[in-house]
């Protein structure tokens, strides 16, 4: 079945994309305010770990120092799906470019929660998909940790290991799994 | 505020993101077990539009028409967030090499949603981050629409728009926006 979405979910989506990458380098000081407290943002450090804040303090803070008015972005694409329970989910691809003019590809994705006017950034997870960097198989890692929370090596066909019943994803006939 | 993220989350990505590729290119006859009927899939067509299906039953024959056993996966990243009334966003970034030995940096997120034993894959949207194509400042587009919605233009820096009050993005001091 071809899925025939929900218009809204699309509008919110292609609206905040708009709004949010125009005042991230307009304004930056201002971006904040498409957060709440209980929101989380996501950056990768120098070294690809990953760096998780939350609170508007901190999210205002980390996005000042990262500098965007220095940048300037291009976004290629931006999909948006209606998701869980009003919510709205955005991945957008694009490219930023420094000041050195050397550009950078990169993904984020969006959780957009309603809220009683409109919606607020719940989620915001941002990666640069690097260029030159060759990917080797037997050396790719799971970077989706807290700062220094230590990483779990994934082989890029991972062995099926035993897992708890609670992450009992194949809800039918998941026996055969694990 | 560095954020002191609920740990099951991130076990639940990382455990996610495991089982769903290794499934995916042995079993790809059954990753639509990861799904429910209520879940979006979106896929870029070779034009790079958009397709997205919703249910079990056309998520599955969309999965099985892409032939993922002809491809073999690498993943770079996998960054995991706590997320809306107990689900789970994953950001998965990497690369797909075919049987033609092309290998095609792409990025996919996921929205895990709570259900009685375990979570299902209630949104999952899938791009190529592409390497050879320029990306033109005039030329970039939204392309998160449904086949063939109509898609809208999206500068880089774009002008903001007036808006509804309904996506009432910057809860505060949003009328200086528009």
Known sequence: MQM???ASAQVVGNA???QYYHILHQSPELVYKFYQDSS????????GTMTSVSTMDAINRKIQALEYKNYKAEIKTADVQESYKGGVIVLVTGCLTGKDNVRRKFSQTFFLAPQKKGYFVLNDVFRYVEESEPLET???SVNGVIDS????????EPEIAPISRALCWLHRSVSKFW
Do not use: G
Request: charged residues 15%.
């Open 4 to 6: 025939a979405m929900h």
């Open 16 to 18: 905040f994309v708009e």
């Open 40 to 47: 989380v943002l996501s950056r990768p450090e120098s070294d």
């Open 138 to 140: 037997t050396s790719t």
């Open 149 to 156: 929370a230590p990483t779990a090596p994934l082989a890029s």
